[in-house]
Structures are given as C-alpha cells and as structure tokens.
C-alpha cells in the first residue's frame, strides 16, 4: 500500500496587516477544509503558527471548532512548532523549548491531541537539532529530499521516514518529495496519481508537505484550486484508487520500522539555499540548476539560513537585537516579557526570498517593536540615566557604542562613520533607524529574452527596475559627506555622486561624559578632503548629546588642518523610518531653520538647525521581489542638511541639528 501524506503548514508574520490575514483564511485556510469535509476517507497533517491560533481566536473560532472536529474523528494532526514561527536553530535552547512547549500546550488544550510530530520552520536544519528537539519529547519532524540528496541518498530510496541522532539522542525524520511538492497544485491530479502508481505494490510513504497558502492565496490558485475544482478532482481521484492508494497522517506511518541512520547536513530546501547566497553567486547557482539534470541537482547546494546574516547587515543587526532582548529576559527570570520575545523570533523578518521578508518595514518594525515591549515589561533596572556598553555587538571586529536608558536607546558604529544605526523612541516602540538600503539582487538583472517571454507583468518590471540605484554604505543617521561642486539631488538620491572625503565609511575616536540632562557621545576624526585639485586636511568632530527624554542634539566642528584654504561642501546625512513617503516631502529646500515630519503611524520626527541650512531629502525606496512580482517598497526618508564653505587654514564651520521624537 503506498501512503500519501499531505501536509500543509499556514502561516502569517507577525506585524502583517489585518486584511492580509483575512485574506488568506478566505481564499486557502477555509475553503480547503470546506473541500477536505466533503471528502471523509481523505487524511491530512497540518501545522498552524500560534500568530494565526491567536488571530483565528478573535477572528474565527469556529474554523478552530471544525479543526478540533476533524482531529477528534482521526483525519486530521495537527503538528507542532515554534509558537511564533522562528527558526529554532538560531535561538538559545531555553528559547527553542519555550516556544515549542508554548505551541504544544496550545493544541493539547484546544485540539485535545499530544502532538508528536514538528513542523520546523523554513525547514532550516542543524544536525544538533536532533538532539534538541528529542529532549523536549518530539518524536518526528520533515525535511526536504534535497536535505537527503545532499547526504548521499538517491530518490528512489526516500519512501519512508529515517532516523537521525545527536549525541545520542534520536529524532525521526520524513522526506518531503519535491515532485509532489511541484505537481501539487500546478499540475492536473491526473498526473499526481500517475507519479504515485509507479510506486504501487511498495510498502512507501510519500510526503508533500508546503505552505498552505499556495492552495489559494498564491497569484491565480484559488480560481485554480476551488472554482476549478483542482482540489476536489484529487480528492476524488485519492478516494477512487483507495485499493493501493491511501493517504496518511505522519502518525498512521509510524508502525512500520525506520528505514535507517540518515545524517543530514547544515541546509535548507533548495530555493532558500540559493536565495542565501551572494547575489552573484545566486544567480550562477540558479543557472547551474536549469542547466544541470536531475542526477547532478543534487549534488548542488547553497548557502543556508545563517547567510542572511552576512547577506544583509539589516538582518544581522535584527538578529543580534534579539538575542540581546532574549539574554535580558532569561536574565531576569520569571515570564516577564517572554511572549513579545517569542513574537519577536517570528523568522520572516530576518531574510529574505521570493517574498519581501527583510525588505517589508511593517514586518521589521513589529520585531523591533515586540524587542522593546519585552524589555519594557522586565523589572526596573537603573533608575536614570543612560547605562554606555562598548562591545563588539555585530561580530565585525571592531567595537559598538550602545546607550541605552529608560525612553530610549542610542547605538553606533565609531568603525563606520560614528553613525547612528539604531534610535529605539520607546513610548511609541519604534525604531526610527529601521531603514534597508538598496541592496543588488539577483532577480535585478533578467535579460529581455525572458523579459519578453513572460509577458506584460516581467515587462512592468524592466519598466520598474530603470530606476534600480544600489547604496555604498549603510543609510543611518550622523554620516558625514563631503560633496563634489557639481553634485546634484538627483546624483546624491541615486548614490552616483563623487564623495570627496574618507569620512562616510571611516573611523571615529570617541569619549564620553555624563551630563545633567543626558549622555554626551564625543566622536572624531582626521581624515582627506580632495578639495581644488589636491587634498586638504579635515577634522570633524560631533558632539551627540543623548536626552533622558529620546530626544538629542548633534553639534558639529569641522576644521582645516592644512595649511592651504579649502572649498568644502559639507553635510550630516540624516535617514529616518517612516511608514509613507508623504510623510517627508522629496526635494530641494534653501535656508531652512527647522522641519517638522508628522507620521501617524510612527509619531514622526521634529528637527532643528542652530543656523539656516540648505536641506535635501529623498525617498529610499528598494525594488525587491514578492509573490507578485517586483515592487517599489518605500523604506525611509533620506535628509541632508548642508552648506558651503571656503576655510582658510585653522578656521572652522560650525553648527548643530537637534532631533525630536513628536
């Protein structure tokens, strides 16, 4: 008899929009269990993220009852997971059991069922996992094929579970076909029945297990999979070849014995492997696999889940964010703040794929808004004042300044500019610094002969992507730029400009000082201006005063240490987060004292000059792929204050911006 498990996992991020999840339970989480009812002899397994149990609570009980109704008449398991879907391998083992106990309580007491089995998330494997999840009593979990063609299996050999260990300690494991996972639902369910009969007259098990949301919410599925009647006809078809066919939950197919030790190496399924990978190396991984044969395929892998880190320094900053929230609650003891921490592990924020993930604000911003509210909810620790750490904080090799008080916190890169990366206004729980700069992709250079043959939606890509510009450093605020006399708005937005200076990127010194009304950051530097066809010799120094109340001030100094005038045009860059372009104007505006930008979702931001200035600003915007397709996704505003100056040998220009959470 073949077995057929099919298993679907559901899930939303956290932060995502209200309509967004309505959207996807009427389009794929509802109507495939309205199709499953009319289908009584079909088993399934399935795997919700405690985001939508919340959701489905307040907004849908009764699908919650239907679900309890169908595991109590043995169609259906329910699989655990990390509650609020984070990737179990990059978290603290408190952490990981927290978040899968948190979930397996959950289905105990609203399903009623012990779930034996896990759904890992983005199905990201370390091989202590085995090891990990065995201890907290999971007895099985699934992988993708890829993950045992990349150990040395052949296909024809992954038609059951296989055992793992670590240290011992042993873990049950389901490859997932990725045949099925292709047909299912693309391809008619005639042919998903003819690939399964060449199994027939074996004791297998088959395993298609992928988001739900690809039966409905996936561009064009649902029209595909219920008005169509795409998933009725394979139930039909399932329930007419009942005499060697069946399908499964992944605890009907436990009785027969493992099919043996299988050690799986580091890596994910094939498509995040390559979406992990440098854009360049991605894009000749993804060559190599349309050009290579099936036997080769699987000799081919990727980069995997941890790349991201070193991929996109956003993400890498988020990660370590959490992990410092994560080490402060098990500091502290008790479950004060564990529940916003464990949203805050929800993993779509941190990467990035054929969805937005790192690249959608309001996905970022509720990590770092669910980090704040877990540390706001720890016990008071120092009364006033700013408690200053000096620490290697992202793994680069040179340290960071972090300040961090009771309305807000204050991080630096003295290596990188002395910029300010991250400006948490806690009574709000935003970070203002949340910004992602424009990152090459490898889906930003598709050739016209697969423009063309895709059809007006890749041609309104080619259209969007002429205005594709990529950022030479990070966008945060306190960067200091030295500008080129024929630089223009347009050439400074687009990243294309000629910087004179060797500040943006260079090295800071600093000190600091307490002060009555805050924490004073002192940052300098001695660097090269190529000014009037030589170079002339420049110190900067900014004096960052951190307010008890989130506010600060940045009092700039830059003088000429030559012995030579020097014509500089000089200017901080300033990169806000906010939730819409219309909140910053884009534009040129001349001898300004102040600007105020009112955002309702964030509060906005108030600024302040000690003497008039001319100011740039500009929208970041990244192009970057979804389920749709490219699209222009609006990051933050991008501000330069600046002015002209000629400095005779000595002299110096001097000013300060102050900043105002509103």
């Known amino acids: 008899m073949v077995k057929l498990v099919i298993a679907l996992h559901n899930h939303q991020p956290v932060g995502n929009f209200e309509s967004v999840l ?31 149990y919340d959701w489905l609570e307040k907004a849908h009980p009764d699908y919650l009852a239907r679900i309890a109704g169908l595991v109590k008449a043995g169609r259906l398991e329910v699989l ?19 978040q899968v106990n948190m979930m397996r309580d959950y289905v105990r007491s609203r399903f009623g069922a012990d779930p034996a089995g896990l759904w890992l998330a983005e199905r990201v494997w370390e091989p202590e996992l085995a090891g990990s999840l065995s201890a907290m009593g999971v007895g099985y979990t699934a992988l993708d094929d890829i993950h045992f063609f990349s150990a040395g299996f052949e296909e024809k050999a992954l038609t059951g579970r296989f055992t793992t260990e670590y240290a011992g300690r042993h873990l049950d494991v389901f490859p997932i076909n990725h045949r099925l996972r292709y047909l299912m639902p693309f391809a008619e369910p005639r042919k998903v029945i003819d690939y399964l009969k060449g199994f027939e007259g074996q004791d297998a098990v088959l395993v298609m297990a992928d988001d739900g949301e690809k039966f409905g919410l996936w561009p064009g599925t649902h029209d595909l999979v219920y008005k169509k009647g795409w998933l009725d006809k394979l139930f039909t078809l399932l329930e007419a070849n009942s005499s060697w066919l069946e399908t499964a939950r992944f605890s009907d197919c436990l009785a027969s014995p493992s099919k043996g030790l299988a050690y799986l190496p580091t890596t994910s399924y094939h498509e995040l492997a390559q979406w992990a990978l440098p854009h360049d190396r991605s894009r000749r991984l993804a060559g190599l696999w349309e050009e290579s044969g099936e036997d080769f ?18 993400s890498n900053r988020l990660y370590r964010r959490m992990l410092r929230a994560s080490a402060k609650v098990r500091a502290a003891g008790a479950n004060h703040g564990r529940a916003a921490l464990y949203r805050a592990q929800c993993n779509c924020g941190y990467w990035h794929g054929v969805f937005g993930g790192v690249y959608l604000p309001h996905i970022r911003m509720a990590v770092y808004k669910n980090i704040l509210e877990a540390e706001g909810a720890l016990p008071a620790g120092r009364a006033h004042g700013f408690e200053l750490h000096r620490e290697d904080w992202d793994a680069d090799g040179r340290p960071e300044l972090l300040a961090e008080g009771e309305n807000a916190n204050f991080y630096f890169s003295p290596a990188k500019g002395g910029g300010l990366w991250e400006w948490d206004y806690k ?43 990529y950022d030479w450093h990070p966008r945060m605020c306190l960067l200091d730029h030295f500008l080129h006399a024929d630089t223009t708005l347009q050439a400074f937005t687009k990243a294309s400009y000629g910087e ?27 660097g090269s201006v190529w000014a009037g066809g030589e170079a002339a010799q420049v110190r900067v120094e900014k004096s960052v005063l951190l ?96 002015l002209k100056r000629e400095l005779e040998p000595g002299a110096a220009l001097e000013f300060s911006v102050e900043v105002r959470p509103l």
Do not use: M
């Open 427 to 469: 009574p709000r729980g935003v970070n203002f610094g949340s910004l992602v700069w424009r990152h090459p992709e490898a889906y930003h250079e598709a050739d016209a002969k697969s423009i063309a043959a895709s059809g007006a939606r890749r041609a309104a890509e080619a259209e969007l992507k002429k205005d594709l510009a």
């Open 547 to 642: 307010r008890h109340d989130g506010s600060w001030r940045a009092a700039y100094r830059v003088s000429n240490q030559g012995g030579r005038k020097a014509q500089l045009w000089f200017g901080p860059e300033l990169a806000f987060a906010f939730s819409g372009k219309e909140h910053c104007p884009p534009g040129e505006f001349h001898k300004v004292t102040g600007k105020t930008f009112r955002d309702p979702v964030y509060g906005g931001v108030e600024l302040k000059f000690s003497e008039p200035l001319d100011l740039w600003s500009f929208p970041l915007e990244t192009i970057s792929r979804s389920e749709e397709g490219a699209e222009r996704t609006y990051q933050g505003a991008v501000l330069l204050p600046h």
């Open 22 to 52: 309505e959207e996807a339970f009427r389009l794929a989480y509802a109507p495939f269990f309205d199709v499953l009812e009319r289908h009584p002899s079909v088993r399934v397994s399935v795997h919700f993220s405690g985001i939508l």
């Open 500 to 526: 004179q200076g060797d500040f943006v990127t260079g090295e800071y010194s600093f000190r600091h000082s307490e002060e009555a009304d805050g924490l004073l950051l002192k940052f300098r530097r001695d």
């Open 80 to 98: 655990s997971g990390g509650y609020y879907e984070p990737i179990l391998a990059l978290l603290p083992e408190e952490d990981r059991r927290g």
């Open 297 to 314: 395929r699987g000799f081919l892998r990727g980069g995997y889940f941890r790349n991201f880190f070193s991929k996109y320094p956003e």
